[in-house]
């Protein structure tokens, strides 16, 4: 089966896309066909042996649709190549609204300009009114209005268009409702100034009172601009909720400098290969996922990992592609380019994650693909039984055509999708990749979480936490003497003795005639005398007793700690505990979740010593030891059984099959590797704290589709009736045509705005940091605030997130003379130290160029 990704053109409410995708589901060899109204896009796998793209497209058209396949290469996307289609989409929009309004008032003002001297006292022009007032300019009075309503609806003839062709090909959407309401309501006016002639034709003036007062080109005109006022409001609004893939899309280089011995040329990113050595400057960012061969610089990985604090990278460090080089300058070996990199995956993962469907979201479909034919028949029926009690055919048909304008399938047709735009959004902005709609309204249920050890809530590489030494000799000698008979091993923590030696700037021993035994340990001769490094049963197999050390060994046993022994001649002289240590964050993660009401559980393959050391540090109610990698599924399964929702928390790896069982996958430590196919999410930072937040994420976002779906039913519960003239008997209430055109448009609006709302949600990683940073920055300035010969506040526009916030602390702790800087990103405040007066002036040229305003 293949997987391809179509656009597809003319889609304008649920309805729409509900059709699109049943005649696609008819062709044969088609399956998982998802048609998204919010990106106007289709994806879908077919069998290439029974169908082909040409079909498919052919289908939607006969749909009465356009469609295209997604032909643009991913290096024109990173280039911005081509018309953005939704900035042109709004640009026509916008152009059409303000002609529809420059013609719609001159005919409201023509049409109403007796009842506002009426009602509120507008003074009406005497040429006006002996121009259009009384029975004997009735015809110029209608002739005027459709003189200007014309313009109207050829502007607006999209709605004509697109409707009656839906609604003939038996489909009504939308646009057939609009275009309905408003053609019948100008059919009736060129009806009504037949009628008029008629009537003065024939001296029967009263015909032409009943019908110059009823002539509907006003409502025909409001209609149209007003459903524009709402299309146009809602594709602006629609549009904030691509800012966040939008960015990541920029973030990819256009150009790679690349090094062909002395020399070096830029070409365009495309031309890119595996192997290439290629050199980056400060302020550039990296084009393509490698290793450093030489250099040394500073690099800013907000853009993929969120961590606002830039790694040091030298020879041997991988880099990865988007992440912008800060000092110094680095030569790297091109290994992963084009699609293959880092940002493209991200970029693609988080575009499939828009354009996929929640199961939430089958509700909304299944009412959309009856709801425009139930509208039509509820307005048909209500016009008649209205005539059938005696009212006029006036009243009867406005009836009609405010059932028909006021309904609103776009308010259910958007509840879903611009939820989940927002929030996949919102998670790949801050390095939490969520896959799927399904994955996103998963993890809301969540009630059980099973984490790896290694990796996931540890480091995954030990180091040393404690040393012990015996009879005479020191820590300083036993740490040198450990580090010069580990310096030829390559095993983990012979690495956590080397770097604990190098940390503490101890120079390690000369050894020589080394000789080590697999499983065992090593031993070689140090001035003049054998010595031995190794576990408890390698020096008991050389006649060394470990009695001695009983009791340091079973201590670091019950820490979880891995002891190493050493020994000079017969003596032990000391023992190194190593272990993998839980990451920073791990135990307020586990805290959060457990206050969320979610059980935690971790699964390990090591011993059960170890694994309780860490449940009780972490404070876990439950740790399995002795797992391998195989049980771990059979784990989740059997929660499962039991009726809970369970997400795996691993690395992606050896978790594979555990990550594929659980209701939810999340891999953690994948920051260079984000295709993982087994897992529903990916986290970008080795941080807990995201995967708590993407739960919460996920129920922030349920929570916004059931309160914007609450409000589309709600909505149309309450106008229907009330456009159908239920309350007009007892209560006198009905609504006109142009106020149903006009609450419809707010509708969608509305549902899109709180969606937006998601825009604010907060990570607990940015919670956690901005904590800290204030802290520190606090402490900072109170620590340096009597050295400092000035302190100043500054107002500052434009700041929006945490990284804006770290921009503008960058700039202004470069300046010459500030030796502090704390930055309120709610407040849009600075406050600034330094040695030295500084101008506002200063402070405007520093703001304005890192991208802000100064206020004041």
Partial sequence: MKKEKFTVTGMTCSACSARVQKAVEKIEGTADVTVNLLTNSMQLQYDERETNPGDIIKAVAAAGYGASVKGRTAQQDAAGAGADPAKKTIADMKHRLIWSIVFLIPMMYISMHSMELAWIGIPVPEAVRAAFDGPENAVAFAFAQLLLLLPIMYLNRHYYIAGFRNLFHGAPNMDSLVGMGSMASALFGAFALFRIGWGLGHGDMSLVSAYSTNLYFESAGMIVTLITVGK????????????????????????????????????????????????????????????????????????????????????????????????????????????????????????????????????????????????????????????????????????????????????????????????????????????????????????????????????????????????????????????????????????????????????????????????????????????????????????????????????????????????????????????????????????????????????????????????????????????????????????QAEGHKVAMIGDGINDAPALARADLGIAIGAGTDVAIESADAVLMRSDLLDAVSAIRLSKAVIKNIKENLFWAFFYNAVCIPLAAGVFYSSFGVKMSPAIGAAAMSMSSFCVVMNALRLRFFRTDHLEESAAHGAAREESSLEEQKEENTMEKTIQIKGMMCAHCQKHVHDALAKMDGVTAVRVDLDGGTATVMAERDIQKSEFKQVIEEAGYELVG
């Fill in 232 to 639: 146009y409001l809602e594709a602006r609004a629609k549009g904030e909720t691509g800012r966040a893939l939008e960015a990541l899309t920029k973030l990819a280089p256009r150009d790679a400098r690349v090094v062909q011995g002395e020399a070096e040329r830029v070409i365009p990113i495309e031309q890119l290969t595996v192997g290439d050595l290629v050199r980056v400057r400060p302020g550039e960012r990296i084009p393509a996922d490698g290793t450093v061969v030489s250099g040394m610089a500073s690099v800013d990985e907000a853009a993929i990992t969120g961590e606002s604090i830039p790694a040091a990278k030298e020879k041997g460090a991988s880099v990865t592609s988007a992440t912008m080089v800060r000092n110094g300058t680095l030569i790297f070996r091109a290994e992963r380019v084009g699609e293959d990199t880092t940002i493209r995956q991200i970029i693609r993962l988080a575009s499939d994650a828009s354009a996929t469907k929640a199961p939430i979201a089958r509700l909304a479909d299944r009412v959309a693909g009856v709801f425009v034919p139930a509208v039509i028949s509820v307005a048909l029926i209500a016009g008649g039984v209205w005539l059938a009690l005696g009212a006029s055919v006036e009243f009867a048909f406005s009836i009609a055509i405010s059932i028909l304008v006021v309904s609103c399938p776009c308010a259910l047709g958007l509840a879903t999708p611009v939820a989940i735009m927002v929030g996949t959004g919102k998670g790949a902005e801050n390095g939490i990749l969520i896959k799927s709609g399904e994955a996103l309204e998963t993890a809301h249920a969540i009630d059980t979480v099973i984490m790896d050890k290694t990796g996931t809530i540890t480091e995954g590489k030990p180091r040393v936490t404690q040393v012990v030494t015996f009879g005479k000799t020191n820590e300083r000698d036993l740490v040198a003497l450990a580090a010069g008979l580990e310096a030829g091993s390559e095993h983990p923590l012979a690495e956590a003795v080397l770097r604990y030696a190098e940390e503490k700037d101890i120079t390690p021993v000369s050894a020589r005639d080394f000789r080590a035994v697999f499983g065992r340990g090593v031993t070689a001769e140090v001035e003049g005398h054998r010595c031995y490094a190794g576990n408890a049963k390698f020096l008991e197999e050389n006649a060394i007793s470990v009695e001695p050390v009983r009791d340091a060994l079973a201590a670091m046993a019950d820490n979880g700690e891995t002891p190493l022994l050493f020994a000079r001649e017969n003596a032990v002289i000391g023992v190194i505990g190593a272990a993998d240590m839980e990451k920073t964050t791990s135990a307020e993660a586990i805290r959060r979740f457990e206050a969320m009401g979610i059980s935690v559980v971790m699964l390990t393959g090591d011993n059960a010593r170890t694994a309780e050391a860490i449940r009780r540090r972490l404070g876990l109610e439950r740790a399995i030891a002795g797992v391998l990698p195989e049980d771990k599924e059979k784990h989740i399964a059997a929660l």
